[in-house]
Structure formats: C-alpha cells, structure tokens
C-alpha cells in the first residue's frame, strides 16, 4: 500500500467550499498559526488565561489600561458599563492587588434661579438647595442665566461660602474676567422663546445675550413651544436688539405661545470632587478596607450618583489618569410604570436608573397609544424621568422603554499619588466628548466629537495645549486649537498610530501631524472609503496600523492604506450584529504578532462572542467562539489582558494551557483532499500523527482528538470515523475509512495539555468505484 504525508496549508479559508479548500482547513476554534522557517504556519493550541484579578467586576468591562505612576506602581484602570440594577457605572483602578472605585459622581439640579452679581465684580454668588458644595466639585450650568449684564453657561468650578451657596467666577472662553454690570441679589433668568403661529421663526429674548448674526446658540434643555421642540445649536439669524435674537426651528409652529426654558429654572449638572482623604475617614465597610479608604467617619458633602455611562476611552497623562465616558448603547427597561398629564409625562422605573436630561428614550407596546415614541428627557431624578407628551393617565400595559443616543461626557483625571479618593472633572475641558486619547510627540489630550456647548459636534476635533490640559481654546500664547473634519457624518474613532495621530470617519481616513504654530497639526486625508466600522476597532502595532470597515479590514504602513485578504470573510461580515459595532474590540498580542477582533454576532444577544484572528507575519487567518468586552496589548503587568463579558472577570491570556483551569474545545477541521484523482475511491486503514505533545523540556502529556470524515460527493452528509485518542505513544492508528473525499478533524479538551500538528501521514489504497 502507498503511504502519502498531509502537509496542511497554513491558515483557514471559509470562502472556499470543503472541496475546493483541498489540504487546507475549512473552520477552528481556539488555535493559532506559528510561523516555520519555511515562512509558512503550524497550527497549535492557542495559549489560555488566568484570573488578573480574583473578583469579578460588578457589570461588563468595556475598557482596560495599564500605567505606572512616579512612585514605581503599576495601576490597571477598568472602565465598566452601566449596571443594569441602577444604571450607573463604575471606573475602577487596580493596584496591588485591591479595587478602588474612583467612579466620578454627579447631582443634576433644578432650582430656582437664584444669582447674585456686585457691580465690577467677576465673582457670581449662586444658591442651590438642593445640593451641599464643596471647592472640590465643578457645575456645567445648562441653562444660560442672563444676571446682572452677564451670561453664565457652561463649566464653572466652585469656590464654597456655605453649603447651598457658592460662588463662580465669570470669566470668557480665554479665561479673562468678565464684570457685572450692575448690582442683582437673589436674581437672574433663562432664556424666553416666542413662537408665532405657521412659521418656525422663533424670538429668544436673553438680556445682554452678546449673540451676533451667524453665531450658534445650544439648547441644551429641550423647550417645548407652540407646537415645536427646540434642542440642538440653532444659528443666530437676526439680532433685533441686545436683548433679544431670533433662530429657526427645523418645523413650524402650530400656535403662538412663549415659554422659558426649563420652566424659568436653572439646570446645573454638579461633577462631585471630594479632595483628599484625610487621616481617620472614608469608607471602612464592604469592599473599601483597603488603599485610600481607611476606617473613620465618613465625608459629610453631597455623594451625588455614578456617572451614567456604557463605555469608556483611557489614557494616561504620566501618572494621571485621563478618562472619558462615552455611552452609546441602548439600555432595555421593562419594570416601568408611567403616567400624564396631557402636556407631561413621567416614568417611574422600579430601580434608581438615572437617565441625564436631554438623552432621547424611546417607548413601544404601551397603552394608551399617546405613550409610544421617541421623546426627550426634559428632567431627571433617581428613578423617575419625565417628557413632554399629550398622554393622560395611567399606562395600562406594560411597554419597553430604550435610552438611545445619550450625549457623551465630559475629561475626568486622576491622580494614584495624590490621596484623592475619585476622578474628578477637568473643568476646562470641553464637556461633550465622544472619545479621547493623548498624543505624541507633545503631549496633549485629544478630544474628539467634541464641545463646548454641551451639544455633540461629530466632525470636531480638540486639543489642549502643551503640556497642560488646564487650556483648550487657542491663543497665540499656547497650542491650543480645534479642527473639523470637512467629509464624512461623524468621527467613529481615533488614536496615536506610529508617528502621527488617525482619524476615522465612517467613510475615510486622516491623519494628524503635530507641526507646530501656528497650525499645529496638519490634517490629511489619507484614503476614502475605508472608513472604520467601531470606536474600538483599530490597533497599531510593529509600526503598522490595522482597522476593521464596515465591509473589509485594512492597514496603513510606509505604502498606504491596504485592503488585507480574508479568506474567513463569511464568518464575520455574514454573522455579524451591525447594530452593536461599537462593541467590537481590537486585540493585539505582539508576543505572537496577531491581531484580533472580537465582535457581536447576531444570535449573540448584542453581546461579544467571537473573534477573527490575523497574523502579520505569514498573513494568515483563523477564527473562534470567545468573548472579550475590553483588551490591552502586552504591558508593564506582562502578557495582554482582557475581560470577559459573561463571567465579568478580567483575565491575563498567555499564562497558561487552559481557560482558567478548565479544558479549551481548540480544534481545527481541513477541507476535503482527493486521495486518488480518478473515478475510484481510496481505502485509508492507517495514519501516523505527528505532534509536539506539550512544551520544549516539558510534560509531553497532551490528547488528542482525531476524527475523519469520508464523502463520494460533496455537499451530501459524510460519514465519520472516531474519535480516535492520541498521546506521544501513539504510533498510529487504524480508521479503515473509504471514500472519494477525507476531511479531517483535530482537537482537545483535556488540562494541563499543550500541542502543535507536524505532518501527519497515512496508508491508503484505490479500492473500486463503488
């Protein structure tokens, strides 16, 4: 009898038809390719993980870093999403060896204006009490309040007289003082909005406004008037006096009507800063009896709640933490019950979910009819929310209520050396930011979908100056500056690839080069239609940057940007759940030059749980089932880590043989190969494997799995053959199949085990036609 070897063509194509795919493998899970001298792959287990950290995370980890302050310690940042008992979020830090919360906290108010203003005085007494200040929070005020010959909005830090009273100093975008003009006490307004009826021509009048004709305004509370909903940025179309101006609603009004925003009431949105923690406080209970949070009292202002977030981008700023919330998915609530009025309508959610004013719900399968669609969140309270609706009474059934396109948040910092026990807010900073990351070769944040106004500018790009994070609006003194991309809908994501920063349309993408005054960073475009499918869906690594598009991946190294050929392109793009891209990772492993994907498919639940793997060095792919919600490359703790979505543990990969001590299904199946070309078919009775069995100078005590699949014609059901055990004392085994076409399946899942395939050989014969 002839003996024959089957030397596998490294890689995996799914493209191609078992039968076409002739000596090549067809699908796999949990493997890699390994380069041989000749340039081409083995196939072997992939390498398994360990727990990073004992716990488990309270809900999905969307995003991870690494750093190390100046003190020598290594910190692990976790950014976890919103929890589905509360709808809040946790920003974790991990350092040696304990958690610590250091979530920012927020309070959103709704108080009576209640301003006060000293003539030639930039100093703005504020009294709110719903509230207990401190000088470690920050107030963005939503409302525009026209005061004493000012207008105050935006971010303010605060400065304490008593506990419902502080004060903010008014000053413009440079910084500069701005003085009252006149004497107020316990005064001020928001802006009033008049409609008339059958034309969208509205009059907001605003003391003092300071508008001119083309200039944005930003509505950030939705004002509900003669039939019209204002929230957007609205351009200026006229200015008939100092007092007044008028924009233009995107509808026309049903009725003449005139209202002030938010009810005549201020909106102040507080970002909470505890300081310190002194000698002898915080939190000794629970989880928090370690690191910062000694025994002893606990801190006396207002705690206010996590801040509202499903996903996070990280970066480090030396020692500090630079971390921004950037939500973006939708959030399911069924246990609800809802009631109106006839103009208003208020939720009240069976847990404490908190949903920011002006983030847009939307309501299905509730009764009356009047309840369903899509509205704006016009105020907010722990667990209840309420929008303008002309339902009355109570609902009758029950009805599905999503969030969707919550606006995203603000820069917080924090600092490990510094004692303070959370992040706090940057108030300098722009505070709508969809993503950040800081740049090289200077150092900057770089903020993008980014705003001052409260309302999200897709196409926008900020940085802050040199060095200090503190000036975000350029002058001729600093290296401030913005930029808005000139095509494309929105920016889907950005980071600091080799030499220069990239940005990523959903149609294009453009680089940023750090040149210095007076432009700063030059933008290019560098290729079209190659735009990037997810936030969190390119990487850089070895001086190479790779992305996933909506249809196909790409790299950009010294010859451009390149489509990469995917012979797996049906497991992803076929299976693949478009309305959760944004939950797609990228994962680079340099120990073992891959990149991956994970993504969401669409019998996933909207969640990760699977991937596609490349390797850069022979160009090859393969593919499995795993889920990996966040991911960060080989780092100061060593090999890459990543988070799991179900278990919500953090795990370290390439520390062990197993999935955390337990088997991986790693297997791989070839197409079918042809043993004899013509008519007859071939009678296989033995095969010799041919492996390594465990590590270089290690226990060589893995088992494998051998399977053969036979078939006469492709497409119809084959017949196995197997099992078949193998071990290193294995010499061969006898299958005894016949057939025209063989497939052959190989894997594992024992323990403790590690294997790579050589070249596996076998005993045939021809053996008649039929």
Known sequence: MAHASLKLIPGVDVNKTPALNEAAISSCNLIRFVPDRTGLGLAQKLGGWTKFFPTAMQTITRALWAWEDTNSNQHLAVGNEAAASSYQAQLAVITNGNLIDITPRTITT???????????????????????????????????????????FGFYPVTVVSGTTYTINAVDLFGNPLTATSTVTSGGATPQFTTVSGT???????????????????????????GIVLFSDYNVLTVP???????????????????????????????????????????????YGSGGYGTGAGIVPTTGVPVYT??????????????????????????????????????????????????????????????????????????????????????????????????????????????????TVIPQAPPVNDGMFVAMPQRQIIAWGSTFSGIADPLLIRWCDVQNYGAWIAQSTNQAGSFRIPKGSKIVGCIQGPQQGLV?????????????????????????????????????????????GQSQFFSLSGSGV???????????????????????????????????WYYPTTTSNGEVAAYVKYNTVIGQWDYGSLGRSAWINESIFGPPIGADPVSKYIYQHETSTDADGNAMNSFFQTGYFVINEADNKAFIDQVWPDAKWGYYNGTQS???????????????????????????STTFISPRLRGRLVSINVGSNDVDSFWRIGNIRYRFQADGKY
Request: hydrophobic share 40%; with cysteine.
């Open 110 to 152: 709704n108080p009576a204006v209640n301003f006060s203003t000293v003539t030639g005085s930039n100093v703005v007494t504020i009294v709110d009490a719903g509230i207990t200040t401190t000088s470690y929070d920050s107030v963005f005020i939503s409302t525009q309040i026209s005061v004493g010959g000012l207008v105050l």
């Open 562 to 596: 390149q489509p990469i050929p995917c012979p797996i392109w049906d497991v992803i793009f076929q299976q693949i759940d478009m309305s959760n891209v944004n939950k797609i990772r990228v994962a680079v492993n340099s120990r073992f030059n891959e990149v991956a």
């Open 310 to 423: 499903n996903d996070w981008t990280l970066d480090n700023w030396g020692e500090i933490l630079i971390a921004c919330p950037t939500p973006e998915f939708d959030v399911d609530f069924n246990s609800a019950t809802m009631s109106g009025t006839g103009t208003t309508a208020t939720i009240t959610f069976a847990s404490t979910y908190v949903i920011p004013v002006g983030n847009i719900i939307s309501i299905s399968g509730a009764t009356p009819n009047a309840y369903n669609g899509t509205f704006t969140v016009t105020a907010s309270g722990p667990g209840t929310i309420s929008f303008a609706s002309t339902a009355t009474g109570a609902q009758t059934s029950a009805a599905l209520i999503q969030s969707i396109d919550p606006a995203s948040g603000p820069i917080f910092q924090y600092d490990p050396t510094s004692g303070q026990p959370i992040a």
């Open 702 to 728: 893995a088992q494998l799995n051998m399977t053969f699949y036979t078939d006469d014609y492709a497409g119809q059901t084959p017949i196995s053959y197997g099992p078949f055990t193998l071990t290193q």
């Open 241 to 287: 006096s100092s007092n007044t101006f008028t924009i233009q609603a995107s509808n026309t009004a049903t009725s003449s009507a005139s209202v002030f925003m938010n009810s005549g009431n201020a909106n102040f949105v507080y970002y909470i800063g505890f300081g310190t923690v002194p000698a002898g406080t915080g939190y000794g209970i629970d989880g």
């Open 504 to 548: 990523w349309t959903d149609l294009a993408v453009w680089s940023m080069q750090y040149i210095g005054q007076p432009y700063i960073y030059s933008f290019n475009e560098i290729a079209a239609g190659c735009g990037m499918i997810g936030r969190k869906a390119a990487g850089s690594f070895n001086g190479v940057v790779y992305w996933m």
């Open 200 to 226: 969208g021509l509205t009059t907001v009048t605003l003391a003092n406004h300071g508008y001119s004709v083309g200039s944005s305004f930003p509505i950030n509370i939705p004002v509900s008037v003669g």
